[in-house]
């Protein structure tokens, strides 16, 4: 999948075939050169698609799906289950800022949100509303990553306030409970688990990598 503008300076995503030649099969363009994509990423399926970002100069942050069923070649993909709040799924609340990284359940239930206004929130996937209340005490600074484990029972986020944090998703009670912290020399850019869940790699605006031990 790539993202990016076209020659009328509107988001584009576009999805493209890589064997046995690279072709375009699918696309969705952003209605209005006033919206703003910051990451596309499949699900664990790779039957969805979740973009997500803002619309300049307006709240909030929005994040959606694009389905990938019955693809033909240069299909237009239709966005569904908008996370926004004056959207009807989602009138729980929503980001008030851009969202800038998100990720799925490795079932592919859940969606994970981190935004500009600091925040997580964790959504239902099949309805687009939230599956938690807004996460606001993890950061003091922009989300930069969200990732879920390999059990999807723990995440870890990344963040401008130069830390990382694991929290254990408490889906009973809509919120999530801090297992760790890691304090980093500059801006987390990605944090992300090992195959066994055992470590977490965090790389920074410095150029490092870090490796934590988890422990047991």
């Given at each position: 999948v790539i993202l990016g503008k076209n020659e009328k300076n509107q988001y584009a995503v576009q999805v493209w075939e890589t064997t046995p030649s690279v072709e375009l099969i699918a696309s969705h363009t952003s209605a209005s050169t006033e919206a703003l994509y910051n990451f596309a990423t499949f699900s664990p399926n790779n039957q969805t698609i979740l973009v997500g970002g803002s619309l300049r100069g307006q709240k909030p942050g929005i994040a959606f799906l694009l389905p990938l069923d019955d693809l033909k070649p240069k299909t237009e993909l239709r966005p569904i289950h908008l996370l926004a709040e004056e959207k009807p799924m989602g009138t729980l609340g929503a980001h008030d800022e851009t969202v800038t990284c998100a990720d799925f359940s490795p079932d592919g239930t859940l969606i994970i949100t981190g935004s500009q206004d600091n925040y997580v929130r964790l959504w239902n996937k099949d309805d687009g509303t939230p599956a938690s209340d807004l996460l606001r005490d993890l950061h003091s600074a922009d989300l930069t990553s969200v990732a879920f484990d390999h059990s999807g029972g723990r995440f870890v986020t990344g963040s401008f306030d130069q830390t990382s944090i694991i929290c254990d998703w408490l889906p009973?009670?809509?919120?999530?409970?801090?297992?760790?912290?890691?304090?980093?020399?500059?801006?987390?850019?990605?944090a992300i688990f090992s195959p066994d869940d055992k470590n977490i790699a965090v790389g920074g605006s410095d150029g490092t990598a870090n490796v934590w031990d988890l422990g047991s």
């Open positions: 009973k009670k809509r919120a999530a409970e801090k297992f760790a912290a890691f304090q980093t020399e500059s801006v987390v850019r990605e």
